[in-house]
């Protein structure tokens, strides 16, 4: 269980960094979409999160 929340320790901001990297360049193609870009992406930082906490729950159940 240690090494799954290893690999969403690792994933997570790695997925993080990809979807601010794609938002922004989005963003700066098309400025007048930045508003719907921006409520996507926080939609999509929240649920990446979601899964490292997840993975978090999943070692403390495997624990005890």
């Known amino acids: 269980a240690g ?3 290893a690999w969403g ?3 997570g901001p790695i ?5 601010a990297a794609a938002a922004c360049e989005g963003a700066a193609r ?10 996507m992406m926080i939609l999509g930082l929240a ?3 979601s899964l490292v906490l997840f993975a978090l729950l999943v070692v ?3 624990i005890k």
């Open 30 to 39: 098309n400025p007048g979409a930045s508003g719907k870009i921006q409520v």
């Open 60 to 62: 403390f159940a495997g």
């Open 3 to 5: 090494i799954g929340f």
């Open 47 to 49: 649920l990446i999160e």
């Open 15 to 19: 997925g993080q960094s990809r979807v």
């Open 9 to 11: 320790v690792f994933g």
